[in-house]
């Protein structure tokens, strides 16, 4: 839906063109392409008749609620006209409060796509709505669902229709999730960003992304989410606010569909292991849902910088320089996706490293 009601609102059929190879993740919403590139048109035309603001700030797309999130994300990089004018925010999902779990758990046929928690696995922010309708446990519950599926997305709680001020616009917009640059701004302003653990406040300061382990011993801030559900492995912790309830939404809720981070500290990695890990993983990237990571390679006798980004088969590496000197060498890479072999991942992404004095 356009933000500028003049323009006026935007309304797509669904329709599919799968490209040759089949692949379902080449699929190219030609439907949106059309619907965009009608928007860009009008917004040119006022533009070129002096109309006043007619800029606008952004485009929002909901799709249905059973929709695969992966070609919509496709269709920005694919086409070339909505390549050059727009560019992805970000991927917000809101989940019922009331009803998410029992659709997570509902029986699928074998091999069938979950689709509440692909859509989860897509998010770069997740919105847990009607909170105000459900126990304050069916909520925790929840959020250790939406955990186990995606470990990294903030989650906000919220109640769209009795406070629809508490979820300002500017908590939607402005994510920059696909921007593989603001990682590196962030990174320069914060001294080191963790994918896997960041502390990154969101507009209103109170949403944590604690969505990995949260191993920090000091942390006491009650509204940091410190659920551990994806993985806490303490079997000494009894911190109450920890909320281990994680052991028993285990066994309820786990689906295909998960998240994972592959790190390595003070090594550098080898290009062209990285790379053959890399184009295993595409082999199946319908799959493979989002990756990002900042990678330290050797090269050359030095160390450099990569950021990685990725949809499916849509990926983006871009270079961004020698690694500074002052930082200790770490690569992250967060995985989300389908049926990860998060052991054997792990092993191969290990035999990436070289040895510390091999640059
Ligand atoms: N209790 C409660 N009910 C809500 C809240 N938000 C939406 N609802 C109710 O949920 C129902 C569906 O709301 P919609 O906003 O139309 O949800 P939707 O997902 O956009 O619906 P569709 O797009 O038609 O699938 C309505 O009856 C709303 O009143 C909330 O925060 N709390």
């Known amino acids: 839906m356009l933000l500028d009601d003049s323009v006026g609102v935007q309304s797509t059929m669904e329709s599919i063109t799968v490209l040759d190879n089949g692949c379902l993740c080449c699929t190219l919403r030609d439907d949106l392409v059309a619907a965009i590139r009608d928007i860009v048109r ?43 004018y727009c560019k992805i925010d970000g991927i917000l999902t809101v989940v019922d409060a009331a009803h998410f779990l029992d659709q997570l758990a509902r029986e699928r046929p074998d091999g069938a796509v979950n689709e509440p928690a692909q859509q989860v696995a897509f998010a770069d922010k997740v919105l847990l709505n009607k909170v105000d309708a459900v126990s304050q446990e069916k909520v925790q519950e929840t959020i250790a669902a939406i955990r186990s599926v995606n470990a990294f997305a903030p989650v906000v709680e919220c109640s769209l229709s009795l406070k629809p001020d508490a979820v300002p616009v500017a908590e939607l917009v402005q994510i920059d999730a696909f921007d593989t640059t603001k990682l590196l701004t962030a990174e320069s302003e914060q001294g080191d960003v963790d994918l896997a653990h960041g ?63 592959l790190e390595i500290k003070d090594r550098p990695l080898d290009v062209q292991s990285f790379n053959d890990l890399l184009s295993d993983l595409l082999e199946n990237s319908v799959d493979l849902y989002r990756y990002k990571g900042i990678l330290a390679f050797a090269q050359q006798g030095s160390v450099v910088r990569y950021v990685l980004q990725g949809v499916h088969d849509m990926v983006d590496i871009s270079f961004s320089g020698e690694w500074p000197r002052e930082k200790p060498l770490r690569t992250q890479v967060v995985l989300i996706g389908r049926n990860l072999d998060k052991e054997g991942l792990k092993q191969r992404f290990e035999q990436c490293a070289l040895l510390p004095d091999a640059v």
């Open 199 to 261: 502390h990154a406040h969101d507009a209103h300061g109170h949403d944590h992304d604690h969505g990995h382990e949260c191993d920090d011993p000091s942390c006491t801030d009650p509204s940091h989410d410190h659920s551990h559900d994806a993985s806490c492995s303490d079997p000494e912790c009894t911190d109450p606010s920890h909320g281990h309830s994680h052991s028993h939404s285990h066994s309820h809720h786990d689906t295909d569909i998960g998240s994972m981070v």
């Open 42 to 84: 009008t917004v040119e035309e006022r533009m070129a008749n002096g109309v006043k603001d007619a800029a606008i700030d952004g485009i929002l797309i909901e799709t249905t609620g059973m929709a695969d999130p992966g070609p919509v994300c496709k269709t920005f990089s694919l086409d070339e006209v909505v390549n050059r």
